[in-house]
């Protein structure tokens, strides 16, 4: 860091970011698949050890009021590349993919000279190399990666050859990563390197070795605890060795989860609503982050934060600007992490559309892929590859928002839920500070707080339509 560690007040926020702009930091993002907000020993979880996570919580930046930008997977993991929400681009649900037309993360860091790399779940679309969505194809120079969740002994995509692994996923894909990262740093590369687990996802299949640590338990709970027992172990071999390699320092490292908890083995903390809901439990999840040289000493965020915001706060650390940037619905949460200011400047909006998701079965795709392959073949199934994911379809309309929605300016949360069919709009406001599991409705107690959230949300989904009709890619709408 090219200035004073010594420095405090405005001067500490200042010496910052000029830091950032002059020597801007590796990027490492790391997700879990399906943890919940009390899916963690550091926040209350008595029964799960998660060791290495409680570690970062309590030496790094550790976020309170962390959200997935969807409650489902897909559009989540969308959110992390674009920093918009998914539906702009039409990532409704899970198996749905990116749009190739959109930026990703991947493509903006490499303007400012990262490599750049995949490794694990993907889900935005394919993993065979000819595919305009795959990580390849989104600006990823390498990935070893799978088109869905994946448990033991995987079959992963290597720049699209299909490549037998033995062991646990979690394990394969940190040491994926760790091979790409070493060679960064053997040739003194900048990189960004992200780092999708396929774990806690359901079927779940723990080693016998970790899930033994739950014995007594019901054996579903013993799997399950067992996938996040070997994710934190694999999250610890990660960052050890990015001490290891003396990368640490200056190295942004950030973990959370695309989605709120799973019904039955998960835990929300207490809050309403599971995976797949726009309740906070189906939002709310883990959110840890350090980057040693820039905060040296722990902190916790208590402003709400959401996954769109990593796409504008990783280019504005490496002082990246992209021609034509459509819409983002993230911020840059540098402001809020230096102290600059205490609360969150920009609400944050949700749109669970309704549609349905698509099934993508990875372990069946992935052996048939292998087999394929051994016999110099290679698939044409149009739904692996993808061709058509960046065609935009008839327009929808910008007055009528189906599905559940919800602005969330903090306390404050505002659902609009519009029926499908007959389009009756029902709305419910909580407030968050109070009511973390939204079960007290405010409607008639804030009668000048409403009418302006209901247009700032109104106003927000119909900039989400028209992108989702392409605006943002110059197609005119009448």
């Known amino acids: 860091m090219k200035c004073l560690l010594l420095l405090c007040g405005v001067f500490w926020i200042q010496a ?16 879990a698949d399906d943890q919940g907000w009390g899916d963690m020993g550091y926040n209350g979880n008595a029964e799960l050890k998660t060791p290495n996570f409680d570690a970062l919580a309590k030496e790094g930046v550790r976020f309170d009021q962390f959200h997935a930008a969807a409650p489902v997977c897909s559009p989540t ?3 992390v590349l674009t920093g918009r929400t998914p539906n702009r681009y ?3 649900s899970w198996g749905h993919p990116i749009r190739p037309q959109e930026i990703t993360i991947a493509k903006a860091l490499k303007t400012a000279g990262y490599a750049t790399g995949h490794f694990g779940k993907w889900h935005l679309g394919s993993v065979q190399k000819d595919s305009p969505v795959s990580p390849g194809a989104c600006g990823f120079d390498e990935w070893v990666s799978s088109p869905n969740f994946f448990d033991l002994d995987p079959v992963l995509s290597v720049q699209g050859k299909a490549t037998a692994f033995q062991g646990d996923s979690s394990d394969i894909t940190v040491d994926e990563a760790l091979k790409f990262i070493r060679r960064c740093a053997e040739k003194k590369q900048r990189f960004l390197a992200v ?11 723990a080693l016998e070795a970790d899930r033994a640590l739950y014995e007594g338990l019901p054996v579903k709970k013993q799997h399950f605890y067992g ?3 070997a994710m934190d172990r694999a999250f610890g071999k990660l960052r050890g060795e990015l001490k290891n390699l003396d990368l640490r320092e200056n190295t942004l490292l950030w973990y959370c989860s695309d989605n709120g908890a799973l019904p039955k083995v998960g835990s929300t903390g207490g809050r309403r609503g599971f995976k797949g809901q726009i309740f906070e439990g189906g939002l709310a999840v883990p959110g840890l982050m350090e980057w040693p040289e820039a905060f040296p000493e722990p902190k916790v965020i208590k402003a709400p934060c959401v996954t769109s915001d ?6 504005g650390l490496a002082g990246v600007k992209m021609e034509k940037q459509p819409p983002l619905d993230g911020m840059d949460l540098m402001p ?4 600059e200011v205490k609360k969150r400047t920009q609400p944050i909006g949700f749109w669970d ?10 372990k069946a795709w992935m052996d048939e892929l292998l087999a394929a392959q051994a016999k110099g073949e290679e698939p044409k199934d149009p739904a692996r590859l993808m061709p058509d994911a960046g065609v935009i379809g008839q327009p929808v309309s910008v007055t009528e928002f189906p599905g559940h929605a919800a602005w969330l300016d903090w306390p404050w949360k505002l659902h609009r839920v519009e029926d499908r069919k007959t389009h009756e709009v029902s709305w419910e406001l909580y407030n968050l500070e109070t009511d973390p599991d939204e079960s007290n409705v405010l409607l008639a107690e804030q009668p000048e707080r409403v009418p302006q959230m209901q247009k700032e949300l109104e106003d927000w989904l119909e900039s989400v339509a028209r992108s989702l009709n392409g605006e943002d890619y110059g197609r005119k709408v009448e």
């Open 16 to 31: 910052v970011c000029v830091a950032a702009a002059d020597d801007p930091p590796n990027i490492v993002l790391v997700m």
């Open 77 to 79: 993991r969308g959110s």
């Open 90 to 92: 039409g990532c409704f």
């Open 195 to 205: 780092v999708w687990f396929g774990s806690p996802h359901d079927p779940h299949q």
């Open 227 to 229: 996938e996040i027992t």
């Open 310 to 315: 990593i796409y504008p706060t990783v280019l």
């Open 336 to 339: 809020l992490l230096t102290g």
């Open 353 to 362: 559309y309704g549609q349905k998701g698509i099934a993508t079965p990875s």
